[in-house]
């Protein structure tokens, strides 16, 4: 097979899935776009955003804006010509049908959520400029003079009754779903958002000449959404010199950057999404905290912090109308694993190009099991990153008593009277729990369970043993689970990894030892699991034998062990999921 047609098929075969917008068929009875443009008129800036994003996420959105046109680049770096497709959504976001649709304009933190949720990212200037060369449609802006009314949706509606004429004219020879460009400026990333993440950057509004009327600008704050402001969506996935590839990546490879992005490397594509407030819980007259958002899987609301001293959060809770905030809430601190990202240990169904660490954890998915199983309260999941992607070498870096602040302080988000924590975390993860337990005197009695999935490298008898033994008798209802394998037995390229006692096979029996003497343990072992549990199930250890020496690390995460953490010494453990069994939360992964 030559080159030429190895690169035809590979086109072929990732068009096929990144020109797809992976949406709900929309439903027969969703208003139309000059329906929902007056149910947005009434409303305050936050309840329209809130409202627009449902209405896109349940589906309601033109069949031919779901289909993405492919725009072609080059850029030529040390005497090498790259040659590169990328995909984008034929014209700007709008809800409603083929016959009836209203272009929606949104702030860039609700457009990122979207983004996210559907395997898409937003432009860059350069890209804008390429589409425009690109498309087939070219609409001639329609620019009013600037007056406070041009944040508001009856603006809104007349500039989409001009855009709808001017694109009426041309529907004949450039049928709806063509590449449209000049109707809008765009919403794009820049590398300037580095320095101003409380702006929107905006590019673009091409004249027929090709020259964009707007320049990029970062003046407005990013609650500034006027009716000039479109959001283009990008799949992506896109194809470098015939192999698949995405946009973050090719926006962070020096030699490959230029042929989307001319400001050079770019390395966080997006934008921040703990920046709009309030949120769609205060819309709703709910006294849940503010700063929330929409989050890319229906449901589900997240708010995302960055904090000044390499720390990322991200926290993950049922949506207002799922929950009772009578009900107790479980404050799950979930510390990532070494190399992984948040959004790669929350999880989803892979696409094509998609990095493997997507598919290794799922925690989003086994969250959303646990929801269906402990109905008494409401569980919400804080995804801890750290610089590095390590928190072990964060710990190096910085004061463990921060942790405990960050820990305290995400707590006081919440209700303190009606909320109780969880410390969990796996790998390096578990070096974090180490840390906050260094910065306490003794465990916090809101601190209800502490679960090591395959994490607990860095347990020195010493230093923690007492806390813990001291945190388990002052009540029954604390509960400390221990999932660890036979690491020393694994072989990475014919080799050991870790020693006997240095790895979380050594560390756990330590710590089992530990606390035999004051907590009598019964034990069993069931096809090569090890079980020891106290008497009343406060305590669980869960180790898995490994005469084959395979590496179980992310394995015993990955096969419903985080369910397991949460669920050790209940009694709903082992309901409807065995613990390295099949995946039992294989419906709820993203994208299912």
Known sequence: MNALLQIILICFAVSATAQSLQLPPRATDAPGGVAFAHQLEPLVFSAREASIFSAVRAGNVPDFLRHFCPVSVTNAVDGVTNVATFFAAPD?????????????????????????????????????????????????????????????????????????????????????????????????????????????????????????????????TVAWVDYSHGIRLISQTMIVNGQTNTIPQVLADPKLCGLISDEGVITNARYATNVIAPAPAEILDLPWPKGFLPGPQAGELVREIHLPDEIRLLIDAPAVDLMSLNRPLELIFYALPNGNTIEQTIGKTLQPGDDWHYDIQNIGAQTRFLRQIITTRTLVVVYLEAGLKSWPAWRKKYDDHRLAQIVTGVRGIFPATNTEAVLAGHSGGGSLIFGFLNAVDTIPDWIKRIAFL?????????????????????????????????????????????????????????????????????????????????????????????????????????????IQSLLSGTADEGKGYEYLGARAYSTLIEGK
């Open 454 to 562: 395959d994490s607990d490298y860095a347990y020195d008898t010493t230093r923690h043993a007492d806390k813990l033994r001291h945190w388990l008798a002052a009540s029954p209802e604390n509960h400390l689970c221990v999932l660890a394998y036979q690491d020393y037995l694994a072989r990475l390229n014919g080799k050991p990894f870790v020693s006997e006692a240095g790895g979380t096979w050594g560390r756990s029996h330590v710590l089992l030892n530990d606390l035999s003497g004051q907590f009598p343990f019964t034990s069993r072992t069931n096809n090569g699991l090890e079980q020891f549990s106290t008497t009343n199930a406060q305590v669980e250890f869960l180790l898995k034998e490994n005469p084959e020496g395979k590496i179980l690390h992310t394995v015993q995460v990955e096969r419903n062990g985080f």
């Open 92 to 220: 700007y976001l709008a809800v409603g049908s083929d016959d009836d649709y209203f272009f929606t304009p949104i702030s860039p933190a609700i457009a990122q959520h979207l983004a996210d949720s559907l395997g898409c990212v937003l432009p860059t200037p350069k890209m804008s400029d390429a589409i425009y060369a690109a498309a087939e449609v070219k609409l001639t802006p329609s620019p009013i003079s600037p007056t406070p009314a041009m944040t508001t949706v009856p603006v809104f509606e007349h500039i989409n009754e001009l855009i709808h004429t001017q694109r009426a004219a041309q529907l004949a020879a450039h049928p709806l779903g063509s590449l449209v460009a000049g109707d809008k400026k765009d919403v794009v990333i820049s590398a300037r958002l580095a320095t101003s993440p409380r702006k929107v950057a905006i590019y673009g509004w091409h004249q027929t000449n090709g020259v964009a009327i707007q320049p990029l600008f970062l003046g407005h």
